[in-house]
């Protein structure tokens, strides 16, 4: 198993940046990739970024490319979402996952932290 725990979530105004994190504990040596994916009240969750264990490959939604950087430190097992110029479509739930392959797909990820909000006030 695999447990998440995310961290940084909180109130902000547009324009603003925030900046998450993601500690991974466990089996940490079954991870391939972890994304961040985002849920806003009445929404489907959506794909975020992601990025392999590695460091060496990222993607990212096209509504955050540019604003957000995904990284991650491997002496820590901590993976980052810094989020910049934030707007309030950016508000949700954040959710970091633990998978496979750093792709946009929900299935390719086997473990789910609980997730923190991010609430971007205009």
């Known amino acids: 198993q695999v447990q998440l725990v995310e961290s940084g979530g909180g109130l902000v105004q547009a324009g603003g940046s925030l900046r998450l994190s993601c500690a991974a504990s466990?089996?940490?040596?079954?991870?391939?990739?972890m994304g961040w994916f985002r849920q806003a009240p009445g929404r489907v969750r959506e794909f975020v970024a992601a990025?392999?264990?590695?460091?060496?490959?990222?993607t990212y939604a096209d509504s955050v490319k540019g604003r957000f950087t995904i990284s991650r430190d491997n002496a820590k097992n901590t993976v980052y979402l810094q989020m910049s110029s934030l707007k309030p479509e950016d508000t949700a739930v954040y959710y970091c996952?633990?998978?496979?392959?750093?792709?946009?797909?929900?299935?390719?990820?086997?473990?789910w932290g609980q997730g923190t909000q991010v609430t971007v006030s205009s």
């Open positions: 996952a633990a998978g496979r392959a750093p792709m946009d797909w929900e299935s390719l990820y086997d473990y």
């Open positions: 466990g089996r940490t040596f079954s991870i391939n990739a």
């Open positions: 990025i392999s264990w590695s460091g060496s490959d990222t």
